[in-house]
């Protein structure tokens, strides 16, 4: 390849100047060079001593607490139990003198976890690498031409950090070769590293390891640098080398996934988590080199000082109070104006918060049609994903049930918190007689109940009425994940993929320290200080493991019982980025997507004033349906009237049976069957 600007004669491309990530809501991010930081850490901390308790408490979570390990080792063929045990062995016949470097400690531990290919479950590196990110300041991207399965790939540049100020290496570049091998055999050996649940899975992750690695869970790149071969925008090719950086991680807890060491404020929502801390690390990686704007809005929103209250990040979006969470925006397509709402992560801190601004973006957005975009979304809370389904649907909403695993120690840690002393939401108490009743069946997992309540999934009801598609990548995991499988087994609409299936995260995960807490209370009944019987400790140096507690399972009609873990969603339509779409504003998708929307009946179930209850008892509706012939009518569950509609705003006056109503619900219909479905305080 032709030399350019950047590689000096001789062929050898000059190192670039240091990379600053810029500034974020979390203070300053500084860049530094992969070579430095590693020969900073030395040959680390640890003693023999600390070693030794990491694997032996790797192995009490693996093998009492983990859920999936009967599954993975079927799945996989692996046995991280054993490995633990080898390890654990080779360490006991070794002192302190001849312990050898801690990066390797660090390495096979951290591969015993990346082989059961569960990102819920890992080994997170202690300090100094927890709190850090590897990177290279640009972004790559993957599209197809022609846009079906196996139509030829290409690589594109599609996102470069400010920082980095070059005359030809800029968005819309092809690469071609990564360190000299072909781009998408680079992609492979990435993906082969990122313990995916699947094919589809490994490879998104490996794409995105091209240029950013968190090192919560796994070690920095082995190479300092590499050299980019890339097709510039006047066709010629050219080469230029980039140095690894590493950064102190971003987000309010300081290790890049913003949920820093104790994660949720209250013990409930620790317990309701289901997220990869990998792609929330990227994500966070992300936000702070090319979407500073919102960083920046999340923060005034966030200060006490400040009148703003909600932001619009693009030139084109709703304002909203949370622009690193949600963004909605207008589209207009061939088929007609169509709402998009993306929403980039399910880690929030309040589960109604979160429904209540979706629903008030969505009702801002045109009411023919809506797609909710949920590509590259890590997961988060549980409850925030579940609990939004309604919004979309008239149906009722089944969270999805999880299990547990049958241990001693998963009994003992289910009475004690049956409900918990520590948080009065939070409650083991549906699993503990499935827990005692192992002990005679030999039964592997526990019956199966729901993490989020029935009730609280069905609180808000319904609230678009239009028809809705879903859009989803092999990145969405976990919270994202269990979305997916209840807007497919609700038959909400239809699900656009990207790739083969979604991420294939189906559990809950618990962190080492929730483990340590939950624990740490006394069983019912017992008199002695908490912490009495407790098998967990505190680890070293800030090291932690997080594993699958409790799976999910799948409750359409036709997939119900069925495990997310490995399987993950299968979309109902594939689809295959084009160029368009990642170096405009997913235009091509949107278009295919509306063609799915124009494709499905919208209807009308609106209050054109708010209801207005009289001194005589009587409360005045005025409606506005269209696509609807009846519409029930009920206060407080009780129903009172079955009204014949129109296309049209029409007046009722009603007689509800209690004389001060607090609620009202209509259900609306067409064709015999219930389409639409309203729910109102009053």
Known sequence: PATGPGTPPGGRPEARPEVDL???????????????????????????????????????????????????????AVDPVQRLRLQRDRLSMLTEATRGP??????????????????????????PFRARTAFLPFLVERYFDPPVEGGAEHYIVTKVAESLAHPTFVPDVEVLHWSGAPVRRAVEANARLQAGSNPAASFARGLDALTIRPLVRSLPPEEDWVVVTYRGL???????RLDWRVATAGGPGGDGTGLGGGGAATVGAQAAQGLDIEVMAVNEAKKVMFAPRAVEAEADIASAASPVTRVAVGDEDVATSMPTVLRARSVTTPSGPIGHIRIFTFGVDDADEFVAEFVRLAER??????????????????????????????????PEPAQMTTTPLMLDLCRRHAPSPLDPTFSLKPWVTSLRQAVSTGAQYTNAFTITETPTANAVGQRYHGPVVLVTDALCYSATDIFAAGFQDHGIGPVLGLDDNTGAGGANVWTHDLFKVLLDTPPPGDGVAGGAGNPFVDLPAGAGFRASVRRTLRVGADRAGTPVEDLGIVPDVPYRLTRADIVGSNDDLLARAAELLAARPAYTLALAEPPEVRADGRVRLRLTTEGLDRVDVAFDDRPVASLDVSDRTATHTLR?????????????WSGGDVVARRRTPL
């Open 365 to 398: 957005l045109p009411q023919r049609g809506l797609v909710v975009d949920v590509r590259g979304n890590g997961g988060g809370l549980i409850y925030a994903s579940e609990r939004l389904l309604q919004v979309l649907t008239p149906r009722p909403i089944n």
């Open 102 to 127: 801690e990066v390797e400690f660090h390495r096979e531990l951290a591969d015993i976890f990346a082989s059961v290919r569960d990102l819920h479950t890992n080994y997170l590196l202690p300090a």
């Open 234 to 240: 006047d066709g010629a090719e050219r080469e230029i």
């Open 656 to 668: 509800p049976a209690s004389a001060q109503p607090r609620r009202l619900d209509l259900a609306g």
């Open 22 to 76: 810029g500034e974020a809501a979390a203070g300053t991010v500084q860049g530094a060079l992969l070579s430095d930081f590693l020969a900073g850490i030395g040959d680390g901390t640890l003693t023999l001593a600390d070693r030794l308790l990491l694997v032996d408490q790797a192995l009490l979570m693996i093998e009492q607490c983990y859920v999936h390990l009967v599954l993975k080792r079927s799945m996989h």
